[in-house]
């Protein structure tokens, strides 16, 4: 289903449909997933020049609010905490007039930055953005090689991870990723990622105030913005670079490893279905977010093996119970794909762990805490896959 889109994240597909012919092509001896020494080579590449560009940006920007804000100081007088009401006024609006623009170029810079970077790295693993449109055989492509909304939707997902929206959190496939959720602490967790930088500058100018008095700092304080603006957007350029390279790797890598889970039921019981959806479900709901990846997740699995009548797959204690319902091997299989769903978002949070240490002592074995590791390192890393990395799980 083609949903309306935000303005930015519009125009960095058009942007990625711009620059679709200028993209390699898959190696036909390697899956996506795997990164061979000359991908990862190249994709470091991109990564540390991408940071540093980042870093650059923020630190001129915020240098460049700095100096205006120094400027502005004697409107101020000799002691600021003796100005009046009229002159703070005036230095904020004025301060702020300044500071309005830089923001406005280094946020276009950073985006600009981070979209161009995930283009390069789409283009170095081999990774096509779109796909023809296929009417039975035949492959039909549009003027300009433009292709309809459904085929742009891989696009979309990499560049909402380059742009840093947040992944839709609306049910899909009959499971609520907020159903066990605090409205609160989710409130409260995303006013904190918002506000990262201010908090960040409000700690250490208080701490040097304190340190060196504000007579000595008042000069240069606002300097202190540079170099934790530029950390900030280093970090955060960083981070979405991994989050698309994860994205770009993750339905492939999901394809393979849930390739392995089944191919020792190529026919799975009734059971066994309801156990491997409600699994994932139970990852989602444990993460709070529905990760690009397990919907791909999702869709791969109920192509393989048809739609179930279960109901509520998001509910965490009817999957334990199914858990008790199934054979050994089935529970094998089920666990696997419950190990699978909590990694492959690139991080196994507090909740999952939970969860995945409960299911494995339901089936009467030990938390596999170390190779659950191993298998999350593997996929991070681009590494090679192997059916024995699931044996590992449950031996």
Known sequence: ?????????????????????????????????????????????????AVGRAAIVGAVCAGLGAIANVALQPLLGDDPSRASWGR????????????????????????????????QLAAAAGLPLFRAKEVGQDVVRHAGDIVDDEDEIFAAVLARAA????????????????????????????LVYKAKVSLTKFVARTLLTRIFGRAALRAWIPFVAVPITALWDALVCRRALREARLRAI??????????????PHPEPSPGLREALMRAIGTAVVRSRDFHPNLIELLDDLKSRIGETDAEALDDVPRFIECLRRLLPAEQKAALHTLVIACVLDGRVRQGERAIMTRAFRVCGRPPPRIQVLVLQRALLSGDQLAPKMLDLLTP
């Open 1 to 49: 289903m083609t949903q309306k889109r935000r303005v930015v994240e519009a125009l960095a597909v058009r942007y990625f449909k711009r620059r679709a012919g200028k993209a390699a092509h898959p190696d036909a001896r390697d899956a996506v997933h795997f990164l061979n020494p000359d991908e990862r080579r190249a994709l470091r590449r991109i990564e540390y020049l």
């Open 88 to 119: 703070w006024a005036e230095f904020m609006l004025l301060t702020l007039l300044a500071a309005l623009p830089l923001v406005a170029i280094e946020l276009s810079l950073i985006y600009w930055n981070a979209i161009d970077s995930v283009h």
């Open 250 to 263: 993750g339905p492939s890598a999901a394809s393979e490893l849930l390739g392995f889970v089944l191919a």
């Open 163 to 190: 742009l840093e929206i947040p992944n839709p959190p609306r049910p899909m496939f009959g499971i609520d990723p907020r159903r066990e959720a605090s409205r609160l602490r989710i409130l409260l967790a995303t």
